[in-house]
């Protein structure tokens, strides 16, 4: 069973940046692809980006990609998700998830484990 807690969600002005943190316990973290996703009020959660076991694979959804940087460190079993330019629309709660399947995943119902989430607010 895996664990994972995200941090690093807070208010930030249009235009600002965050980094997102998800730490995981419990599994042998190397052998889990993750990813973080997001789901805005009234809206189906969506993929923002995942990188896989090794971290030598990345995918990240259209509307992020040259915003948003995945990446993680095996060492100390965490996942980052560095948000640049931030806009209104980006606006949600982030989710990291893990799935048992090394290489990159970006569908939602592939991943096994799920963090609780933390909340990014963007003000324009």
């Known amino acids: 069973q895996v664990q994972l807690v995200e941090s690093g969600g807070g208010l930030v002005q249009a235009g600002g940046s965050l980094k997102l943190s998800c730490a995981a316990s419990g599994g042998t973290f190397s052998r889990y692809a993750m990813g973080w996703f997001r789901q805005a009020p009234g809206k189906e959660r969506e993929f923002v980006a995942a990188i896989s076991g090794s971290g030598g694979a990345t995918n990240s959804a259209d509307s992020v990609k040259g915003r948003f940087t995945i990446s993680r460190d095996n060492a100390k079993n965490t996942v980052y998700l560095q948000m640049n330019s931030l806009k209104p629309e980006d606006t949600a709660v982030y989710y990291c998830?893990?799935?048992?399947?090394?290489?990159?995943?970006?569908?939602?119902?592939?991943?096994?484990?799920w963090g609780q989430g933390t909340q990014v607010t963007v003000s324009s």
């Open positions: 998830a893990a799935t048992q399947y090394s290489i990159v995943q970006i569908i939602n119902y592939l991943y096994d484990y």
